[in-house]
């Protein structure tokens, strides 16, 4: 089997084909992930939630995501595999861009990144398509700025708003972008940019008629404590599933139950 690529992406949006995406941040998981068919996998800045224990994707480092995009590439064979530009990487310019982004390539093996911000960025997309690096833009609530944003409000509401979001995702499509996450906006903003454009939109929390749907592997998996926003549609509760197992286990070694005949050696 051969890996998706950027093409098989641009062919199912001729073909009016939704797809699903989900984070992965180790080897196992993403295998799993990768056996279950999901196509396009992103080793996302949200590892600095999910996987690292920051309180924000801010202070998450190139080499901490290299380091788990090698992982994620390992661990799987089918997936696209899309690596975060995190907080830093890339707001210099496009040679930091450039610099940043090749190292996803070259050491992790990735097969795309993705960088958050619309014109802000543009030079940075443009000259990262010209060097054959497939980008994914990401649009509306940008968690790298959460400082700016005062949180994690809903972006896009209004005229104004709703105008610079469409135009903002056509000069990705123009600067080469193979596809646009768009987070938290109005279903009927997401809606409108996915019509209008021809790479495929990536929803999360931008309702039911975006291309393509993405979430955090832990939230859809109900791994992470806490508060899950109210996109998340839960799917498990693999929490639950893994303190069951770690009770059970404490409870027998205390017990003296495990190990038993079976595990020992004579
Ligand atoms: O880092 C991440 O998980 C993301 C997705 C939520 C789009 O950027
Ligand atoms: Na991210």
């Not at 700025?145 to 469409?166: C, D, I, M, T, W």
């Not at 940019?193 to 939109?201: E, Y």
């Not at 109210?230 to 009770?247: E, I, M, P």
Request: charged residues 20%.
């Amino acid at each position: 089997t051969r890996r998706i690529t950027v093409r098989d992406i641009a062919a199912a949006k001729k073909r009016g084909e939704k797809w699903p995406m989900l984070t992965a941040y180790d080897s196992m998981t993403a295998s799993v992930l990768d056996e279950a068919g999901i196509p396009v996998l992103l080793v996302g800045d949200s590892a600095g939630n999910c996987h690292l224990g920051y309180d924000t994707t801010v202070p998450v480092t190139m080499d901490e995501l290299v380091m788990l995009s090698s992982a994620v590439v390992r661990g799987t064979s089918r997936a696209l595999i899309v690596s975060d530009l995190p907080f830093g990487s890339y707001q210099e310019g496009p040679v930091q861009a450039l610099r940043n982004a090749g190292r996803f390539l070259k050491e992790a093996g990735s097969g795309a990144v993705k960088l958050e911000g619309g014109a802000r960025v543009l030079p940075q997309v443009e000259t990262l398509v010209q060097a054959g690096i497939p980008v994914m833009a990401h649009l509306g609530l940008t968690p790298q700025s959460v400082h700016a944003f005062g949180g994690y409000p809903v972006q896009g509401r209004g005229n104004e708003a709703s105008h610079k979001l469409l135009r903002d995702a056509k000069a990705m499509q123009d600067a080469g972008a193979f596809a646009v996450v768009l987070e938290l906006v109005p279903a009927e903003l997401a809606a409108e940019v996915t019509a209008s454009l021809d790479i495929p939109t990536v929803g999360i929390g931008a309702g039911p008629d975006c291309d393509a749907q993405v979430l955090v592997w832990t939230d859809m998996a109900g791994m992470n404590s806490g508060r899950t926003p109210r996109f998340v549609k839960q799917y498990a509760d693999l929490r639950g599933v893994l303190s069951g197992a770690a009770k059970a286990f404490a409870e027998d070694v205390v017990g003296g139950a495990y190990p038993a005949e079976e595990h020992s050696f004579h």
